[in-house]
């Protein structure tokens, strides 16, 4: 007889039901099988519990004294149906989700009813079911996201309930026009009975904290006084309150809360009636322009470039595209509902997706002037687009381009439409930019092997917790040093 070898060794829960099955069987006590191997019933109840991993001697001597092979001892399948369902029942309860829970372990003993362990084994496959379902892994995350997208450019990225209220809140604040300030967003938060704190121990996972029992907005210090981004932060925290958010059953629900509180700051930052006051009237004298925008609202280039992209189709009749591209010509962000064909994969992806090298948000790296809007045309299978376009700088010093475009009937209303730039691109057609020059390839291919750089946020799984992923643990361990302690007994 020939030992099993690792691969086919079954799991210790297995080959300890095994053993339980053939003694019980043969109606043999723990203590009547251990005096027939010379093995203590506390070890023996350890091997059978799958908690011990038993010597292939005591094995050949359990098999002996069992009168079974040792192969049926080591055979991977169950002995039975419900030997089946407590090895179902051990499995799940020593996993990582069920000790998560909190709750006791249940012994699975012959007194539990086969019914019993059905519905128990049905209760734990079915919790982890949903906790797969919940972790966002990369091909989950871009198939939601590509659902959104489609979405917001059906009704042409307007949502007027969330515009009605950003305009009801910040009015009832005292905004009546300009850059919204921080002490209205402070008096913002204040109605909802909340007080906005800056702290510089925020949780490295979360991006703000907000503490509902003592009603404080804990957000990160200001590294540029009067920036955009602490009131952006402070009014998303606010939009979770005011729009009835509740704990997000799956990650395409976080998204799309995600993209309602965005749109809930937006609509603060930049309220809807001034806001189209404003382009209707730059409309009109054909002077519209990204840069305008940004700076009579006291925003970034690129938020000012996404609101343009929630007002102008449905006010000022004009459709539109958005993209934001890394240096390495990969989309980041992008939205359009004027026929630009934006790059996906197949599965309607467009985030990571390279564009083409001769549209505009490419080119835009090669200005010379990097300070001020560029413009260009760009001749695509699709049409003709006017684009401008303004780069920047990400946190981790990587450039990207901000492009707002419009079809060529459009361009006349906006600033930089007298441009002479003008390329011409064919892609998705492969010659256009995706294969390199012919005397290239032939000098370079084979001889040439580059590593590619790589992003390691394609790869993993959103963490889950409380909410996607953030560290429950950082975020309550935080909430336990800022919360406020009661003062002495009077």
Known sequence: ????????????????????????????????????????????????????????????????ALEVQLADLLAAEPPSRRAELEIALERAQRGP????????????????????????????????????????TPEEARRANTMLRRER?????????????????????????????????????????????????????????????????????????????????????????VLGHERPRSYAEFLRQRVEITYFAAACLIPQSVAVEFLTERKRAKDLAV???????????EAAAMRLTNLATVHLGIPLHFLRVGDDGAVFRGYANDGLPLPQDVTGAIEGQPVCRWWAAREAFTRGDRAAESYQYTDTPAGTFWDSMQTGTAADGRQFSITVGVPYAHAKWFRGRDTHVRHASTCPDPACCQRPPADL?????????????????????????????????????????????PGPAK
């Open 153 to 241: 450019q059906e009704r042409d990225n307007h949502m007027p309930q969330i515009e009605a209220l950003g305009e009801e809140m910040t009015r009832r604040a005292g905004y009546t026009r300009g850059a919204l300030t921080h002490r209205t967003v402070a008096r913002m938060a204040e109605d909802l009975g909340l007080t906005v704190l800056h702290v510089g121990d925020l949780p490295r996972s979360a991006r703000s904290v907000t503490d509902w029992e003592n009603g404080r907005i804990y957000l990160p210090p200001a590294s540029i006084p009067g920036g955009h981004g602490l009131r952006s932060l402070a009014l998303q925290a606010i939009a979770h309150r």
């Open 441 to 485: 390839a032939d000098r370079w291919e084979g001889a040439s092997w580059p590593s590619a750089r790589m992003h390691q946020q394609i790869l993993a799984a959103l963490p889950r917790g409380v909410f996607p992923g953030v560290d429950d643990t950082d975020v309550y361990e935080f909430l336990e040093r800022h919360a406020p302690r």
């Open 1 to 64: 007889m020939t030992a099993a070898t690792p691969s086919d060794t079954p799991d210790l829960i297995t080959l300890g039901r095994r053993i339980r099955h053939a003694r019980t069987t043969r109606g043999l006590t723990l203590e009547a099988l251990g005096r027939a191997v010379d093995a203590a019933p506390s070890l023996l109840s350890l091997v059978e519990n799958g908690r011990r991993e038993p010597r292939l001697s005591l094995l050949r001597a359990l098999a002996g």
């Open 291 to 301: 840069e305008d925008f940004r700076d009579t609202f006291g925003v970034t280039h």
């Open 97 to 136: 989700l069920f000790g998560r829970l909190g709750l006791p372990g249940i012994r699975p003993s012959q007194k539990l009813p086969v019914p019993v362990l059905e519905q128990l084994v049905g209760l734990h496959a079915e919790i982890a079911r949903r906790e797969e379902e919940a972790i966002a």
